[in-house]
């Protein structure tokens, strides 16, 4: 699990390691870093790295001088280097002094353009991770200039660190490269960051416990659910659909399909879409309401059910069943429209309420808003829940103030019904007896594996993505050691 910091955390790390390190010597580390990542870049976009051009555009403070050092790294290895200086009065001393005794060269802004043009590659220096807001007018007017790749220093400037806003002119990365830590701005905004670079600098026994988190390959293969000697078809777990509609019967034939992929033992369904679901899924149990499903370990509620009198009956008695639910689509409007329908629920049970931005909207009174993960924490906390709020860029957060982002691989799971699938991968895992905040996020990776696999460069229905949940599970596996 790969650990996020906000940039207050990050500052005051650095603050607590540069007490106890010579001076300078940790941002030529850091500018070392960055600039092998530059190199690197120029021997990928050019085929070589001596008598390439690259252009810095230094802004003030540390962020500039980083740009500055590395700069100078790269004039060691025949790299022709131009620095256009934004605030000439406010460039970091030592790294410019360094810059200029290496053979660099020192262009202005008004002269800036012809560099910018004719650069193989350039480095983003402009601001740090504590600037807010989009680029001011001068570096904003260089950013037409630019046509070369484009390595960032921490974060692209333009670019909120802590949210992944963009509010106005920003730099577009192919690569940042970052120090120390990730940032949130890393994952909740990876298309203006690109592929991300982390330098180790030392940071780490200064940080604690992360703001953030993302799951990978690693940690979804071993909280997946695998079958061992001595399991049978209940241990496993029972999952229970509550999905569907004469209306919408593909929403319960989705979620229950994807429930039965994902290993769970046993998958009841109970709706009006009972013939449509055995048609496609023989495995299951079928039955025409929840009151004669049968035990389950957990509910799947919502998808399809609609928003009156019988969907809030059929929530009503999933929430007091006493075991894990979740609260998809439907059952979030029913929420959001009657919440004493929550007094239903022992609030110690388990819930997971997945809402996108316009359900999110109706649940909590507002929108999410630039802060995606400060709001589905608050949302979280407001109803005692593990919040996923779908996007992108996928938050978990739990009440206990723990967040997990993940990073979707592409947009082909923007598509009908890619939300009930989600639904029934996040019922089975609670099923298996998954912890809601874990299961959910194992559950949202697992998803977008599969609506890659599932689409394979073209777009692909909800029904697509069931069908690669196999596929995805077996590339998961795949990566990590068998389990005994």
């Given at each position: ?257 994807s429930a039965v992929l994902a ?169 298996a007896g998954l912890e809601p ?48």
């Amino acid at each position: 699990m790969q650990g996020i910091w906000t940039t207050e955390r990050i500052r005051a790390a650095e603050e607590r390691l540069l007490a106890v390190t010579a001076d300078g010597a940790l941002m030529r580390k850091a500018a070392f870093g960055a600039s092998v990542c530059a190199a690197a870049m120029l021997e990928e976009h050019t085929g070589g790295v001596s008598g390439r051009r690259v252009v810095l555009l230094v802004g003030a403070g540390n962020n500039g001088g980083d740009a500055l050092w590395a700069g100078v790294f790269l004039r060691k290895r025949g790299v022709g280097v131009s620095a256009v200086l934004l605030k000439p009065d406010r460039a970091h001393p030592a790294g410019l002094a360094a810059l200029r005794r290496s053979g660099g060269r020192v262009v202005s802004v008004v002269d800036s353009p012809q560099w910018l043009e004719n650069a193989d590659l350039v480095i983003d220096g402009i601001v740090g991770i504590s600037a807010k807001g989009p680029l001011r007018a001068d570096a904003a007017g260089l950013l037409g200039h630019v046509s070369s790749p484009v390595l960032a220093v921490d974060l692209p400037s333009g670019v909120d660190p802590d949210t992944g806003a963009v509010a106005g002119p920003a730099i577009q990365a192919t690569v940042t490269v970052t120090f120390g830590a990730r940032k949130p701005v890393h994952v909740l905004n990876p298309g203006r960051c690109g592929d991300v670079e982390l330098v180790d600098i030392g940071l780490g026994p200064e940080l604690g416990e992360p703001d953030l988190r993302q799951l990978d390959v690693g940690d979804v293969a071993a909280a997946w659910p695998i079958p061992g000697v001595e399991d049978d078809k209940y241990s496993q777990g029972v999952t229970g659909i509550a999905a569907g509609s004469a209306t919408y019967p593909g929403a319960a034939v989705l979620a229950t399909g994807s429930a039965v992929l994902a290993t769970s033992g046993m998958v009841r369904y109970a709706g009006p879409a009972a013939d449509a679901v055995r048609a496609r899924w023989p495995e299951v149990v079928a039955t025409g309401s929840v009151t004669d499903a049968g035990r389950v370990q957990a509910w799947v509620v919502g998808p399809g059910i609609g928003t009156g009198h019988e969907g809030r009956e059929v929530l009503r008695h999933v929430l007091a069943e006493g075991v894990p639910v979740c609260a998809d689509a439907d059952a979030t409007t029913i929420i959001a429209k009657n919440p004493e329908v929550l007094d239903a629920r022992d609030p110690d049970t388990p819930l997971v309420l997945t809402p996108h931005a316009g359900e999110f909207a109706r649940l909590t009174g507002g929108p999410p808003g630039d802060d995606r993960v400060r709001a589905a924490l608050d949302a979280a906390a407001e109803f005692s829940a593990v919040v996923l709020l779908k996007g992108h860029c996928t938050v978990v957060a739990a009440p206990d103030g723990r967040a997990l982002v993940n990073v979707a691989r592409g947009s082909w799971p923007a598509t009908a019904g890619s939300g009930d699938v989600l639904s029934g991968l996040i019922g089975a895992l609670l099923a298996a007896g998954l912890e809601p905040w874990l299961a959910a996020g194992a559950a949202a990776y697992l998803h977008s594996v599969a609506a890659s696999a599932g689409a394979r460069g073209v777009p692909v229905p909800a029904s697509g993505i069931v069908e690669a949940i196999p596929d995805a599970l077996r590339q998961i596996r795949s990566l990590t050691p068998e389990r005994v």
